[in-house]
């Protein structure tokens, strides 16, 4: 009859809680043991069309501070199916003018978009949030090859583009960008530009050379090289990948600290041969340095954009994906086979630490009408279970192909926004994979209404004005209907990612050191945990922060790292 009685059921549970964590601190525990495994019988998501059209189509995304996406794509594929407001038109040289926009601002609340007015051409750019939360865009085509814009978000509609007057000292097509420790961001590389250089510049023509992205180079239009994967390594180094190689690197030094091997296969990685690359999960522990590894999926193999571009022979993708520790001594590849080729595939962190793939095709290469046999099925990945062959979840599949000039970015609620898909030179909605303008959402399995008891409400974020300070210890109230005892509560921060060409530059999750976990009241908790130890591990800058229990995220609350 005890059971029944609500009261000594909590008092039971407080106790269990209690005596759990004095058993197995926080600290100590694996990653695995975070994942309840219920959770792992069934991971199918659900597809729902937000936009049937945005009116234009989504090469690049930005998620905002403010829950705000801004996306754009190119300049020179003619008239958008979206006007520019008070009859605004662009003049560019040797271009008509153009009344339409190529960017807008996407509302995620309200499902609504706003366009923006870009003046100078931004395809195949990329992308920073600094550490205030605006967006630097670096570089683009034609006369916006050089040129550096920027974003600050707003909660009402007076924000647009802002294109400065001090250029870029190198052209920038296909780069890539990383935001450092000192809030700088790098840009590195770009076609026939075996350089980097800093935003802010405080030489316009500064760059320095990088003998590492001539030598990945396979020839100009086979470059295998371009939009070179980046990640930022808590001792402060970068880790640069490109083709089949690649190195950690002392950008402040201009030398190469040391190459790490070439991963196994066949296989090229970067455009067109375009695979994608996630830093999986950063686990801290106090003032040590969390160990760190890298993940690359998908990719074709030596001369595949020559087939297909110029033969029109598509040929099978890469299934294979590699994961090195890069901070272990002796750092090699583990490969695993995916359940089915990919390339142009997008890889997404979600706010439990899993990875999901999504978008691409299984044959060809990046580029116009390179590509065919669209993947419309995601793959979830657990890179945390021990046996390899069950790792990989095929997820349920969109309906629209999600080709060449496709994104994938993770929202603040847990769902992944999808948009783009232009294999074309210009706008084409009459080919057998037309040019696609409208946004899906995909709802991850943690947000099934089965598991809803079991999710997490943030109630407040204890700090001041929503800062996070280094080694901070500071505490998350939440609400939680249904506590699993088998489960510990963990703290992820998560930095929104600028996603072009399946690559999401800048995407970051850290687990923080959890103190404890105390029960307040019937449903309410508190998680005390550690903000991160240095800029190195956790760039400043605004992340979402979520509490997840039992592999099931809250909706994330925005917090500023300084």
């Given at each position: 009859?005890a ?8 008092l ?7 005596l ?5 601190p926080?600290?100590?525990?694996s ?10 019988s ?8 937000l936009?049937s059209s ?8 930005q ?6 996406v801004v996306?754009f794509?190119r ?17 560019n040289p ?5 009344c ?8 995620v ?5 706003r366009p923006?007015l870009?003046q ?5 750019s990329?992308?920073s949030l ?7 865009q670096?570089?683009?085509y ?5 040129v550096?814009?920027t974003?600050?978000p707003?909660d009402d509609s ?8 001090v ?6 097509w ?5 935001l450092l420790?000192d ?12 350089t980097?250089?800093f935003f ?8 320095f050379y990088?003998?590492?992205?001539k030598e990945t180079?396979d020839?100009y239009g086979?470059?295998n090289?371009?939009y070179p ?5 808590p001792?402060g180094?970068?880790?640069?990948f ?9 950008y402040?030094r ?6 790490f091997p ?11 041969s375009?695979g994608?690359?996630?830093l999986l ?8 340095l969390?160990?760190?590894e890298?993940?690359?999926c998908g990719?074709?193999p030596?001369?595949?954009f020559n ?5 029109r ?5 890469s ?18 086979v995916?359940p089915m080729?990919?390339v142009?595939?997008d890889?997404?962190l979600l706010p439990?630490?899993e990875v ?11 580029g116009?009408?390179?590509?065919t ?10 890179h ?12 349920s599949?969109?309906?629209i192909?999600?080709?060449y000039?496709?994104t ?7 769902r992944?926004?999808?948009?783009g ?10 080919s ?8 899906e959402?995909y709802?991850?399995y943690?947000?099934k209404?089965?598991?809803s008891?079991m999710r ?13 300070l280094y ?5 998350v109230?939440?609400q ?10 963990v703290?992820?921060l ?13 995407q ?12 307040l009241?019937?449903?309410a908790y508190?998680?005390?945990a ?8 956790a760039?400043p800058?605004?992340?979402?922060l979520?509490?997840v229990?039992?592999?099931?995220p809250s ?8």
């Amino acid at each position: 009859m005890a059971s029944k009685n609500p009261s000594f059921f909590f008092l039971l549970l407080s106790l269990t809680l209690s005596l759990w964590s004095l058993i197995f601190p926080a600290s100590s525990l694996s990653s695995s043991y975070y994942y309840s495994k219920d959770m792992a019988s069934d991971d199918e998501g659900d597809w729902v069309l937000l936009q049937s059209s945005i009116g234009i189509s989504a090469m690049h995304m930005q998620l905002l501070k403010n829950n705000m996406v801004v996306i754009f794509d190119r300049m020179d594929m003619g008239p958008s199916n979206l006007s520019l407001p008070n009859n605004t038109c662009i003049q560019n040289p040797n271009q008509p003018p153009d009344c339409t926009a190529h960017s807008i601002v996407y509302d995620v609340a309200s499902n609504t978009v706003r366009p923006l007015l870009v003046q100078t051409d931004t395809w195949c750019s990329s992308g920073s949030l600094i550490s205030n939360g605006t967006l630097v865009q670096t570089g683009g085509y034609h006369e916006g090859d050089r040129v550096v814009r920027t974003f600050t978000p707003c909660d009402d509609s007076s924000c647009d583009w802002t294109q400065l007057s001090v250029p870029l000292g190198e052209r920038r097509w296909y780069a890539s960008n990383q935001l450092l420790p000192d809030g700088r961001v790098i840009i590195v590389g770009g076609r026939r530009a075996y350089t980097y250089e800093f935003f802010p510049k405080t030489d316009a023509a500064a760059t320095f050379y990088m003998s590492f992205l001539k030598e990945t180079c396979d020839g100009y239009g086979n470059e295998n090289n371009l939009y070179p994967f980046l990640h930022l390594l808590p001792d402060g180094n970068l880790y640069v990948f490109a083709n089949e190689r690649s190195i950690l690197f002392d950008y402040n030094r201009n030398r190469v600290v040391k190459e790490f091997p070439v991963i196994p296969g066949e296989f090229k990685r970067n455009y067109p041969s375009t695979g994608s690359s996630v830093l999986l999960p950063l686990w801290l522990n106090g003032d040590k340095l969390p160990e760190a590894e890298v993940m690359i999926c998908g990719g074709a193999p030596y001369g595949a954009f020559n087939n297909s571009n110029y033969k029109r022979v598509f040929v099978p993708a890469s299934n294979t994906c590699g994961r090195m520790k890069l901070t272990d001594p002796d750092p090699k590849w583990v490969m695993e086979v995916m359940p089915m080729p990919r390339v142009m595939s997008d890889m997404v962190l979600l706010p439990n630490g899993e990875v999901i793939i999504i978008n691409g095709a299984m044959n060809g290469t990046a580029g116009w009408e390179d590509g065919t046999n669209p993947v419309f099925n995601p793959v979830l990945y657990k890179h945390y279970i021990p046996d390899p062959a069950r790792r990989f979840v095929v997820l349920s599949p969109s309906k629209i192909p999600r080709m060449y000039h496709s994104t994938a970015i993770l929202l603040a609620d847990g769902r992944v926004l999808v948009g783009g898909s232009n294999p074309h030179e210009k706008y084409n909605f009459t080919s057998y994979y037309p040019t696609d303008l409208s946004l899906e959402a995909y709802s991850p399995y943690y947000l099934k209404p089965r598991v809803s008891a079991m999710r997490p409400s943030i109630l407040s974020v204890e700090t001041s004005d929503g800062t996070v300070l280094y080694k901070q210890v500071f505490a998350v109230t939440f609400q939680l209907n249904q506590y699993n005892p088998g489960s510990q509560v963990v703290v992820s921060l998560v930095t929104p990612s600028f996603t072009t060409h399946s690559y999401g530059m800048n995407q970051r999750l850290m687990f923080l050191e959890v103190i404890e976990v105390h029960q307040l009241s019937t449903y309410a908790y508190k998680v005390t945990a550690r903000g991160p130890p240095t800029a190195t591990v956790a760039p400043p800058g605004y992340y979402m922060l979520f509490v997840v229990h039992a592999g099931i995220p809250s909706q994330a609350v925005w917090v500023k790292v300084v």
